[in-house]
């Protein structure tokens, strides 16, 4: 079953037939760390790659193997790897595209852990990077050295959702046959599919959307072309060893069957959210991909289908007001991750960005009167009635200070 179906069918049917397994509608969990061979020589051809079946759940399983074929399916790629965490994922991929006195050019924001795995290739095998904007052909060109094997990029970007130009990085990456490797965490395939604008690899922490109720930790690795994630589950994925267990693709499986359901909701929410704070005397500035007076509202709408589940704002007041805020929230709950059926605020500068120097910080555009939004899957009215009683206690609160 390959993309004849739109995506909401997909996440539900690919890479499962019930007949092959005793007619279980839900796919079974093959909770096992190793399988029986019938006899040594079905051993020694499982071994050889001439017969297929399970050997070792380190090198593949079957529960694992559902996941990973609908994925490949909703990201249009030929292949996809299940790893153990995002940042699982992450590593692999650099590892398998660099070698000592290569260049990675990286979207100026990245998530924090993947800047803090650039530097320690920096540090221990001298693979260096530059960070810049992925608005225009002309910065990206910039950025580029002889010895660049590859552009990483998120898109939209953690936390301020900039966007990089899928299309201008593919047309640059073509001219100086770079790999493209999309980490699509905040898009979901649900939005986004990097592949269809040129992307050779793209990436999942499959912890936020893909898995859709914040109970596992996973990553998934998804291929253009079928050799290269062969050689990856070969080498990198199975001696680097990261891999995701079963009991977590099968959360995973029933997670991701609404994830069209759930996309459209987050993004629902969100935009009521936009909409909401583009009217708060308190709130100095929002940013939301499909919010018409974005500046790059045009390249949001040319690679995604709608603006997504997270939107930021900032808060007069800087980190006083925006902690204020956030302890006056009563249904909104205050936690990283994202993603989630529970909607969740964060603080970049004390939290999923304390890490980064201020001057970088502010850099990548963040302020501390910025706040982070996760849109979760309540009803928005809730919400917003949330929102409006943290605004007014905290203007309130102004008053009496003032
Ligand atoms: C969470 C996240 C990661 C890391 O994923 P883990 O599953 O936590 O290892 C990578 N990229 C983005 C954009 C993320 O949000």
Redesign the pocket.
């Known amino acids: 079953m390959n993309n004849k179906f739109h995506k909401d069918t997909e996440t539900i049917h690919t890479g499962y037939e019930s007949s092959s397994h005793h007619g279980s509608l839900a796919v079974p969990l093959y909770q096992t760390s190793t399988f029986a061979f019938e006899t040594a020589e079905q051993g020694e051809r499982r071994f050889a790659g001439e017969e297929e079946g399970g050997i070792y759940s380190r090198l593949g399983n079957p529960t694992v193997r559902v996941l990973e074929e609908r994925m490949t399916a909703l990201e249009k790629g030929e292949g996809t790897l299940a790893f153990g ?4 994922a ?1 590593s692999a991929i650099l590892t398998h595209l660099t070698k000592t006195g290569d260049h990675i050019v990286c979207s100026r924001g990245i ?1 924090g ?2 800047f803090g795995l650039l530097t320690v290739m920096e540090q221990k095998y001298n693979i260096t990077h530059t960070l810049t904007s992925m608005g225009t052909e002309e910065e990206i060109e910039a950025a580029i050295t002889p010895e660049t094997v590859c552009i990483y990029i ?1 898109s939209p970007i ?1 936390p301020t959702m900039e966007l990089a130009d899928l299309k201008a990085v593919s047309a640059v990456a073509k001219r100086h046959s770079l790999k493209i490797v999309v ?1 699509n ?2 898009a979901s395939p649900y939005l986004q599919n990097p592949i269809d604008f040129g992307a050779d690899f793209v990436l999942h ?4 959307y893909i898995n859709g109720h914040g109970d596992v ?3 998934l690795l998804v291929g253009r072309n079928k050799e290269d994630i062969d050689q990856i589950r070969g080498s990198v994925q199975k001696d680097y060893g990261g891999i995701m267990s079963p009991f977590d693709a099968w959360l995973l499986i029933r997670g991701l069957k609404t994830l069209s359901v759930r996309m459209q909701r987050h993004s629902e929410n969100a935009e009521k959210f936009t909409e909401y704070l583009k009217t708060q005397d308190m709130v100095d500035a929002v940013f939301y991909p499909f919010d018409e007076s974005n500046p790059q509202v045009s390249i949001a709408k040319n690679q995604m289908t709608v603006g997504g589940g997270l939107v930021s704002f900032t808060i007069k007041g800087g980190q006083q007001a925006a902690q204020t805020f956030m302890n006056e929230l009563k249904l909104i709950k205050i936690a990283v ?2 993603g989630d059926a529970e909607t969740l605020i964060q603080h970049p500068t004390t939290m999923t960005h304390s890490g980064v120097p201020e001057t970088d910080r502010l850099k990548m555009g963040i302020d501390d009167g910025l706040l982070r939004l996760s849109a979760g899957l309540e009803h928005a009215d809730d919400l917003i009635a949330d929102l409006e009683q943290a605004f007014q206690n905290v203007a309130e609160q102004h008053k009496t200070l003032s």
């Open positions: 965490s995002g940042m699982a992450v998530y852990c993947t998120e953690n980490d965490t905040f922490s499959a912890t936020k930790i996973a990553g991750s994202l």
